[in-house]
């Protein structure tokens, strides 16, 4: 059976995914004063950071249309289509309209929208999921029942060298920004099951806190036998160091690497790790 992985641009997926003819992605913008940027092919990550530095405000983000979601439909297959959180972006509720209005124009195939209640590294996650899946042949109905209920139980972790992005956009609360101001620490943050953000600890450096998010998957019995995957802002060494200290607790089968697309640059910043399993 055919299918169809369409993942919006904040799905950070590894190089070699991103040639399998069955994967496309669906951009969505960025504007930085008077610098609009296209989350696509075209996307330069440097020029990106340079601009967000020297801008005081907040860069805004939106979402594809629905009618750009519904032209990477294929009637010949299974269609699968991979958001970020409903409660961090428009891009879910775009997709899910972009499906009733397929149904409105007669549309017959099988279209499912699964909301990641992550970003970047969880909706990779989520992604290579589905293709594992669909390649065995899996039919459409189990896909969508295993995933959404891998879904429910995934563990989203970051650290991040900056955080004004998060404040501005109203992602964190005054009181932890502050706190991370003041005292310099770096928080180490996850998503909630629901798919909003929440701290989870906090260290004095990012190698020190990123050694705590390690020491926290290792805790969880859900680490072992499965793939860890691992985005990172322009620091592959901080990537790489938290996959050496995975490999020597030994935790994960699996561990996919990929730099953060527009979406996550925005929001990770410079520096910034993030984690999902």
């Known amino acids: 059976m ?57 860069p805004k983000t939106a979402c594809p249309s629905p009618h750009a979601f519904m032209e990477m439909f294929r009637e010949d297959g299974d269609n699968y289509i991979v958001t970020l959180s409903a409660r961090l972006s428009g891009s879910f509720n775009a997709a899910a309209q972009a499906v009733d209005l397929y149904r409105e124009e007669g549309g017959k195939a099988n279209v499912h929208v699964f909301n990641s209640r992550s970003a970047t590294a969880g909706q990779a996650q989520t992604a290579m999921l589905i293709r594992d899946l669909a390649e065995k042949g899996t039919p459409f109905a189990e896909v969508v029942e295993l995933v959404e209920e891998r879904i429910s139980r995934m563990q989203t972790m970051f650290v991040l060298e900056n955080l004004d992005n998060l404040r501005k956009n109203g992602r964190l609360t005054r009181v932890q920004s502050l706190v991370t101001g003041a005292l310099r620490v770096k928080l180490l943050m996850g998503a909630t099951r629901e798919g909003e953000i929440e701290k989870l600890g906090q260290g004095l450096s990012i190698r020190q806190t990123l050694g705590r998010m390690v020491a926290l998957m290792g805790k ?52 910034g790790v993030v984690t999902a399993f």
């Open 2 to 58: 055919m299918y169809q992985l369409i993942c919006d641009s904040c799905t950070d997926l590894p190089a070699s995914m991103l040639q399998d003819s069955h994967v496309c992605k669906v951009p969505l913008t960025i504007q930085v004063g008077e610098d609009t940027f296209i989350d696509d092919e075209s996307f330069q990550q440097a020029r990106l950071l340079e601009k967000m530095k020297a801008w005081p405000d907040a």
């Open 220 to 271: 969880n019995e859900g680490s072992m036998g499965r793939r860890l995957v691992i985005t990172h802002c322009n620091c592959p060494e901080r990537a790489e160091y938290v996959r050496d200290l995975v490999r020597q607790k030994g935790l994960f089968d699996e561990i996919v690497i990929a730099p953060t697309g527009g979406i996550a640059t925005v929001y990770a910043n410079d520096g």
